[in-house]
């Protein structure tokens, strides 16, 4: 009898050794690869990233049929990923007013073309917009087109639209 106690006794700690074992070795795994996600990939990318460098603050003065707008962009860049925020004045014609939007951007430059994808910082309005912009002469310029949700007139329109990287 008290060798049959001794077996289910060592059964069941070897049964709880390996689960336990199971746990940490898969907590060590996760750990793992998220390391390797958050901090050695991007080191890579940055390292291996030869392309030309667009973050800082950028400007731009646009004249439309009823306002006209001022806008700041504000990237950041790592490697060839763009983040952001957009912050956009409109002054109606005639009106000393300003409409303030803020949208967050993000996206990715290749060679020296950017893809930027802008969201609505305010979630209790409706606003997209996808902006191609290329690097032009000596780096101090975007251009490309817009295309955005015109909430006023309840279509999607594109525009050209250039950026001048602020000193």
Do not use: C, H
């Amino acid at each position: 009898m008290k060798i049959y106690f001794l077996q289910i006794e060592s059964l069941s700690a070897n049964i709880i050794i390996g689960i336990i074992t199971g746990v940490l070795t898969t907590a060590l795994l996760y750990l793992i690869s998220k390391m390797f996600i958050d901090w050695i990939i991007p080191w890579y990318r940055s390292v291996k990233y030869t392309g030309i460098d667009v973050s800082g603050v950028w400007e731009t003065n646009q004249k439309f049929e009823n306002s006209k707008e001022y806008s700041l962009l504000n990237l950041q860049q790592k490697a060839d990923r763009l983040d952001g925020l957009w912050t956009i004045s409109i002054t109606e014609d005639g009106s000393d007013i300003n409409e303030i939007k803020t949208f967050k951007v993000a996206g990715n430059i290749e060679d020296r073309f950017a893809l930027l994808t802008a969201k609505n910082t305010d979630k209790r309005q409706i606003g997209i917009s996808t902006l191609l912009l290329e690097a032009v002469g000596n780096g101090f310029e975007l251009e490309g087109s817009e295309i955005w949700y015109s909430v006023d007139n309840k279509e999607i329109k594109s525009d050209t639209i250039s950026f001048k990287r602020k000193k």
